[in-house]
């Protein structure tokens, strides 16, 4: 999708939320509580007439590879699901030099033109939770906000400790204040010295049976919720972990051949290079887009062999089926592909 830059708010220091509509005022596709889309610029979109430039970075957490514009990037919806005609979505600004996050502080524009993937959620609220605890850190509030606009809704019990360096950089810090006087929010702000800010341990240490935990932020804090939960019985722990790249290629790739079930030709795929990439050289027209598995755009039928799928996109049923040949490898020596 093709997204117009609406709106350039304001959430915190260093901190701006972005709102991205449709050019024609249509509904989005819709989205769950704790789901991302996968954003480009530079690569992808150009602005729209007399508007600069276009986007970056990736929100829930530090920034994956930096230096191609035309790569995508994951960031969290942390708006309502129920609203349909925006999605919202916030940048930290990091403070090297060169950054991909500084670069769209700099040069983003209302009246940009933005690629944007349909919504996934690897995050979601859990519907058999009885009671639910929200555990943030930084630029992490991001899909815990969005999950808090649900859980008012349901009337639901919920619990959120937001841990953060000082009050001015806390998003949605005003927003949340009438949560916070509830004593249904916690603001932990440790002045940069981890020691003086939340006791994780402590927070974590009893597990009332019908809890689940949802935890996103930086690195520190996800490694302390994952040992403070360990005695949490499985799948009662949820975390959003945007501390590396948006697509991680495995390095066990090894060669294999694909035959093209209309015409009967094969091919070798070496390790390294793609099946888009074997069939382009050898005069097969096929259709892409994103080229990292968000978008769909590549979907193919294949008859035989086993696929190893490494897309962002198929849900179970669809890769008995199908196979983003953008960039999954094969499993078995040869992957019929039905083209």
Request: proline share 8%; charged share 25%.
């Amino acid at each position: 999708m093709r997204l117009f830059l609406r709106s350039i708010t304001y959430l915190a220091r260093a901190i701006n939320g972005y709102e991205l509509v449709d050019p024609r005022g249509r509904d989005l596709p819709p989205f769950t509580a704790g789901a991302h889309v996968a954003v480009r610029y530079g690569g992808g979109p150009q602005p729209r007439a007399g508007a600069p430039h276009a986007i970056e970075d990736r929100v829930g957490g530090p920034a994956s590879p930096r230096g191609d514009p035309g790569q995508w990037r994951d960031y969290s919806l942390w708006n309502d699901p129920a609203e349909r005609r925006r999605y919202c979505i916030a940048v930290l600004c990091e403070r090297e030099r060169g950054g991909l996050s500084r670069h769209l502080h700099e040069t983003l524009r209302v009246g940009d033109e933005i690629e944007v993937s349909p919504p996934r959620n690897d995050f979601p609220l859990a519907e058999n939770a009885e009671r639910h605890l929200l555990l943030a850190g930084g630029i992490g509030i991001t899909p815990l906000y969005s999950m808090l606009a649900v859980l008012r809704r349901r009337r639901a019990q919920f619990a959120l400790h937001y841990c953060t360096r000082a009050p001015e950089d806390t998003a949605f810090r005003e927003d949340l204040a009438i949560l916070a006087a509830q004593g249904r929010v916690h603001f932990h702000h440790d002045g940069g010295d981890p020691a003086r800010g939340l006791d994780v341990r402590a927070l974590l240490r009893e597990w009332r049976p019908g809890t689940h935990l949802y935890c996103c932020g930086p690195r520190g804090l996800m490694t302390a919720a994952v040992a403070a939960t360990a005695h949490w019985p499985a799948g009662t722990v949820h975390f959003e972990d945007f501390g590396g790249p948006v697509v991680d290629p495995p390095g066990d790739d090894v060669p294999f051949r694909i035959r093209l079930a209309q015409s009967g030709r094969e091919y070798e795929v070496a390790a390294g290079e793609t099946i888009v990439e074997v069939l382009r050289r050898h005069g097969v027209a096929v259709k892409t887009s994103c080229e990292l598995g968000y978008c769909g755009a590549c979907l193919t039928p294949y008859r035989a062999g086993e696929p190893d799928h490494r897309d962002q996109f198929l849900d179970a049923e669809g890769r008995r089926r199908f196979v983003m040949i953008c960039c999954a490898r094969a499993r078995s020596p040869v992957l019929e592909l039905d083209l």
